[in-house]
């Protein structure tokens, strides 16, 4: 009997043994579970003044962004002297998170008006031919890059592949913009500018171009200043209504899947949502800035555009775009020192 179990036993812990091997294909301790969702992290501010403390880049790094997206206002600028701006360059490229971060994501970016060299400054500033290479050259654009060959700084830039393109775009509120009048109204900075412009033809022309027939399955549009809100006194698109309402009619006519607006310049953070005729979903717009300094105390803004609080604290915005069985999902999320959560926001 003993001499007869000793034959079976090996036999019975074979088959168990090729029933609980990994089948073709499986990899020993692999577990199998549904597939992960891609994600692609794009991480954006503005307003980085190279000579104050920068205490966000090392709360940015942490979050591991594919992508960084400069808004404006990169440094402060203002002055017409390239030697002063490329030194200003070279200081904010030097702080060591920062060096991490370029190091660790692809980092893209647009100018406001303090980098640009003038203060609210458009088309009239004398250099800024000479201020568009030492930004390019900041952000270590490529040369064989169309955006060094023409007129103005506007880019674009196409993440990802196949089903899952994101087509970041650029545009440049600066180089072309009509001149704006001071207005007498404490409230308004500016006279609004009814039949001025901000992008001038050949860039107008451009973004149609960019945006039709494109296959990617969000755009974000990015530039300094912001574009949704209407009532705030200061910089703003509101200020070039015609341009305004071009803009809206240009994304309804060429029907821009997924479009969410990027912008900076205002010292806060805020999220706005319009819907726009044509368009089948609504335009959010998220304004992240700034990275070194903000208000120095709340106060109350209209915004009849606004989704949840204004925040007044030192901020960046995250983009938390994802691919799943279940379709398309982008989280948004303003942050701050320590990684402060202080808004969050389904965006699709």
């Known amino acids: 009997m003993q001499r007869i179990l000793s034959l079976f036993i090996p036999f019975l812990l074979g088959i168990l043994l090729m029933n609980c091997s990994p089948s073709k294909g499986q990899k020993e301790n692999e577990v199998i579970q549904a597939e992960a969702p891609e994600t692609m992290r794009i991480a954006f501010g503005s307003c980085s003044d190279e000579d104050e403390r920068q205490p966000l880049w090392s709360v940015i790094n942490q979050h591991h962004p594919d992508v960084w997206i400069w808004l404006g206002d990169n440094i402060y600028g203002d002055t017409e002297d390239m030697t002063v701006l490329k030194q200003k360059y070279t200081l904010q490229k030097s702080h060591t998170e920062y060096q991490y971060l370029i190091n660790h994501a692809q980092v893209l970016g647009i100018w406001d008006d303090h980098d640009y060299g003038v203060n609210d400054g458009g088309k009239e500033y004398p250099m800024k031919k000479e201020s568009k290479q030492a930004m390019l050259e900041f952000l270590d654009v490529p040369q064989e890059n169309p955006v060094w060959q023409r007129e103005g700084a506007y880019q674009s830039k196409v993440l990802g592949e196949g089903g899952q393109k994101v087509k970041v775009i650029l545009l440049d509120s600066r180089y072309f913009r009509d001149a704006l009048a001071p207005s007498s109204d ?10 001025g412009d901000i992008l001038g033809e050949a860039q107008w022309q451009w973004l149609e171009q960019e945006l039709t027939g494109s ?39 060429v029907k821009a899947q997924n479009v969410i607006l990027l912008s900076g310049d205002r010292h806060m953070a805020e999220i706005s949502k319009m819907e726009v005729p044509g368009l089948a979903q609504p335009v959010y717009e998220i304004t992240s800035s700034g990275l070194t300094h903000t208000w120095s105390e709340k106060r109350d803004e209209p915004n009849r555009y606004r989704v949840g609080e ?31 959560l202080y808004l969050s926001q389904k965006i699709i």
């Open 215 to 253: 296959d990617a399955a969000i755009h974000l549009i990015g530039n300094g200043i912001q574009i949704i809100p209407e009532e705030q006194g200061f910089e703003k698109w509101a200020n070039f209504p015609k341009a305004r309402k071009r803009l809206f009619d240009l994304l309804a006519k």
């Open 310 to 340: 204004m925040v007044v604290e030192k901020n960046f915005a995250l983009l938390k775009i994802e691919w799943s069985d279940a379709g398309l999902s982008v989280q948004t999320e303003i942050r701050g020192e320590n990684d402060s």
């Open 186 to 195: 404490p409230e308004q900075r500016y006279v609004i500018n009814e039949e």
